[in-house]
């Protein structure tokens, strides 16, 4: 597997292949665009839908958007942020990590997890935030498998929707051994 950041030059448009890709992967989790409210319906994802979500989270100076691909075809997405907006937090986030349904459970948001944690060690980052929204119970057992601790309960910066803050140390290699 690997991890492609979605390059963009302000005003471009995501390329109508990847949009597609993008349109499918997102249409796949109905469950957790139902529990988000992301999208107007989670029956009916539409491309400008997905082009107007990434586009906003591209807007920040500090977002990346990584593709996931596996043997050529597009598994999961990831978006971080080096730098959150709240200035007295040092960490940098996960704001998103989905995986096509069709692929689930396989290892891929584990893999993709662990690239996100890697980028941002070779960052020199010490640490990496996330939130889950309080009535996603499956995303909450899966991140604290990997490690993530809670450490608050706040709503969301953008709709304040419920959520518990976690966070994982990420320690160099040298240090674990």
Not at 45 to 54: C, D, G, K, S
Not at 80 to 109: E, F, K, N, S
Not at 143 to 155: E, M, N, P, S
């Amino acid at each position: 597997m690997i991890l492609q950041p979605l390059s963009l030059q302000p005003g471009d448009d995501i390329p109508a292949p990847v949009l597609t890709e993008l349109t499918a992967l997102y249409a796949s989790n109905r469950e957790f665009q139902a529990l988000s409210g992301d999208f107007p319906d989670p029956d009916d994802v539409r491309p400008e839908q997905v082009a107007t979500a990434l586009a906003d989270e591209l807007a920040h100076p500090d977002a990346e958007v990584l593709l996931a691909r596996s043997e050529g075809r597009l598994v999961g997405i990831a978006v971080t942020l080096a730098r959150h907006p709240d200035p007295a937090d040092p960490d940098p986030w996960i704001g998103l990590l989905m995986v096509d349904a069709t692929v689930q459970r396989q290892g891929y948001g584990r893999r993709i997890a662990a690239a996100v944690e890697d980028r941002f060690r070779a960052a020199d980052r010490t640490a990496v935030r996330l939130a889950v929204l309080d009535n996603n119970p499956g995303a909450l057992a899966f991140w604290t498998a990997l490690g993530y601790r809670v450490i608050d309960h706040r709503g969301d910066r953008q709709l304040g929707r419920p959520c518990a803050v976690l966070r994982k140390v990420l320690c160099n290699e040298r240090e674990q051994g």
